[in-house]
């Protein structure tokens, strides 16, 4: 098929859910199309990037340097942001105020620019972070954020997986890369396989989730608008599982397969129960496994399953040489300035791929921000647990999809980064966990026989 045609298709499919999607008829505000493209930005690639040869794809965006296009956009959409939050600053100041451990994290890590070796650029990358905070105020202080969150996370799924498919399959200079070693990798709208991945995982774990409780709640909807999402989310399930399986990305997958076990899960009510119980525990095992006993023959069957070898593709060796880096392990480098210059060569000149991160979320946190900035993390982990705990008393359905990312996202940070405050992980964790529904925070309701800790 002549590429030309296949847009012209794709782009008619674009149009055709768009429609479907607005017969739902969202309670969302002119405003939300501030973080929504905010969101398109980092879930797809810099602004800058499209304008680039293939010649100068990368497999990661912290590969890419800042550019005048990209921050002039990010400013506009910052200056934006501000201005929304400005009207809106009593909801804005709640929201502030319940998620303080947030706040102090976003602090900290200013502040850690004062000792870093690279200090504008971490002050850039810093900025940017806190403009992916602002954005998630403009959608926490909307009236009901609960349906921009998901209006923004469907929308985003209709272009960047639509388009992925687009430009793979037919325009494979935009969609297709090949590494220094030769190497092929497919990258789709994103800037690497495992930005493709990472992306699918939160897409595909939020259809599940969709498809799962529109079957709960089916006879509360017309037979026409349910059968209409019904086949908008299986159909955008098996895109996304087609780009899953062309990124590669075993922690995606792996992941992804964990969120919707935990989903199935969820519909026993003896499971519910004790949910949050469960949750600790599936961490705490997970983590103790993999951190604990590498070697270990249940590792050796789990990485096998997903087709990678014992040290977690080169990851653990990874892990060992950034620890021998650290200089000053309470304070760390500085916000992150650890990936850069003579440090960077040096660690090249050790391993081979050229990593430009640790693999491991926990680890470059503290390489990056040290045992304050662990310690700071934990705290807005805790935090968002607590939060959790008490959703799921009142709002289950709301509070099932938070602890499934809860979850994928501890995990996640065990093989990955996903810590960064500009990262696309980051930015979707906090809309979904920081969400609440109709602006109402969750309050454990009196009486209530539910098992929590």
């Known amino acids: 098929m002549p590429p030309y045609i296949a847009a012209s298709i794709v782009g008619l499919f674009i149009v055709s859910v768009f429609i479907i999607d607005s017969k739902r008829k969202p309670n969302v505000s002119y405003s939300h199309w501030i973080p929504f493209v905010w969101f398109l930005i980092v879930s797809s690639r810099p602004v800058a990037q499209w304008f680039y040869s293939a010649s100068d794809a990368v497999s990661d965006a912290s590969e890419v340097g800042s550019s005048p296009i990209d921050a002039t956009v990010l400013t506009i959409l910052i200056i934006l942001g501000l201005f929304i939050l400005s009207k809106r600053w009593g909801k804005c100041s709640q929201v502030l105020t319940n998620n303080i451990w947030l706040i102090l994290l976003v602090l900290y890590c200013f502040i850690s620019i004062s000792w870093s070796d690279y200090p504008s650029v971490s002050f850039k990358r810093w900025v940017r972070g806190l403009g992916t905070l602002i954005m998630v105020l403009v959608v926490m202080t909307e009236v009901c954020p609960f349906e921009t969150v998901r209006t923004m996370i469907r929308r985003s ?15 494979r200079e935009i969609g297709v890369y090949y590494e220094s070693w030769g190497a092929r990798g497919f990258a789709g709208v994103t800037t690497g396989k495992n930005p493709l991945g990472r992306l699918c995982m ?13 079957w709960k709640n089916k006879n509360h909807k017309s037979i026409t608008l349910y059968r209409s999402e019904l086949f908008v989310n299986i159909t955008f399930v098996i895109m996304i599982l087609w780009l899953l399986r062309k990124a590669d990305s075993a922690t995606s997958l792996g992941c992804l397969i964990i969120g919707i076990g935990v989903l199935l899960l969820l519909s026993y009510s003896s499971i519910r129960k004790n949910i949050t119980f469960i949750t600790v525990a599936l961490v705490l095992v997970v983590i103790i496994i993999l951190l604990l006993d590498l070697d270990s023959d249940f590792l050796g069957i789990f990485t096998k399953s997903m087709d990678r070898d014992l040290t977690l593709t080169g990851r653990t060796e990874i892990w060992k040489l950034c620890l021998k880096f650290v200089e000053n392990p309470l304070i760390g480098v500085g916000y ?21 991160q640790a693999h491991n979320g926990y680890i470059d946190v503290y390489i990056q921000i040290g045992i304050i900035g662990l310690f700071a ?12 705990r008490k959703t799921l008393v009142n709002d289950f359905e709301l509070g099932s999809i938070q602890c499934i990312v809860f979850i994928q996202y ?3 940070n065990i093989p990955e980064d996903a810590f960064k405050l500009h990262s696309l992980y980051w930015f979707s964790f906090l809309l979904i966990e ?14 209530q026989q539910v098992n929590v800790i």
Do not use: C
């Open 157 to 171: 799924a209709f272009l960047t997986v639509s388009l992925s498919i687009l430009v793979i399959r037919y325009f």
């Open 202 to 214: 939160i897409l595909g774990t939020y259809f599940a989730w969709e498809i799962f409780t529109n």
């Open 336 to 356: 992150d300035s650890f990936w850069l210059g003579e440090r960077l060569d040096l660690f090249w000149g050790k391993v081979e791929g050229h990593p430009v």
């Open 377 to 388: 993390i934990a705290a807005v982990m805790i935090s968002i647990y607590n939060r959790i």
């Open 410 to 412: 501890l995990i996640y």
């Open 434 to 447: 920081l969400i609440v529904r109709n602006g109402v925070q969750p309050e454990v309701l009196e009486n």
